[in-house]
């Protein structure tokens, strides 16, 4: 079934060039209607991405910290709740968003920061898991700002991200990609998994489409940060 316009539209205007100021006044103004909207494009990203940190997970989830990076109205945080974790963290650039996100009742706390043009409200070292689900893509948190996410993870903690494959993010796709391998290679952190999936979510255009199924895909990615190496004695 085709996608109603009015959802097209508004999805196509948050990922469109409108400058920040601009696109949060869309968030904030698409916050009533993001869950229905996204129930309408078949979004599978919060359950594809908190399933595969839980399996990469081995400690019991409850005892675990974690902030969830531009978490929204709590989509991923239902997700992850379902699967035993409860100490979570939010933070969005969106005040919409955030009052959403609150009234879900999910999160120990939540804060208005806008990633890649200012540092995450948290200590080095401070979270067990951190996600970004739905965020990392064109026109959205730039992939220069993922070693901030490294920073206040701890070590031997999980990051769980996530990016589209449809065409028009496909740039943005390879310079996400080559940061990913370029800390990787300098031993910043190791990959779990990188998992392609096909149906990520309905398309909003035919262009957009994958093979003409009607869908685009999607990826996830899932990495463990490096512990940090013993002190050497003598």
Known sequence: MRLPAAVRERVAAVHGGAGLPERLRLYDGWAACYEQDVAALEYRAPHLATASLAFAFPAPPAEARLLDVACGTGLVARELHRRGFRCLHGVDGSAGMLERARSTGLYQELRQCILGREPLP?????????????????????????????????????????????????????????????????????????????????????????????????????????????????
């Open 122 to 234: 948290a200590p080095a070292e401070h979270y067990d898991a951190v996600t970004v689900v739905g965020a990392l893509g064109e026109g959205q948190v730039p992939s220069a700002a993922v070693p901030e996410l490294l920073r206040v993870t701890k070590p031997g903690g999980f990051l769980c991200l996530t990016t589209r494959s449809n065409p028009s993010n496909l740039r943005y796709k390879a310079e996400l990609e080559a940061v990913l391998k370029e800390l990787e290679r300098q031993g910043a952190w190791q990959k779990v998994l990188a998992q392609e999936v096909e149906r990520w979510e309905k398309a909003t255009s035919d262009e957009e489409s994958t093979q003409g199924t009607g869908y685009i895909s999607g990826v996830v990615y899932v990495y463990r940060k490096c512990p940090v190496p013993p002190l050497e004695e003598g």
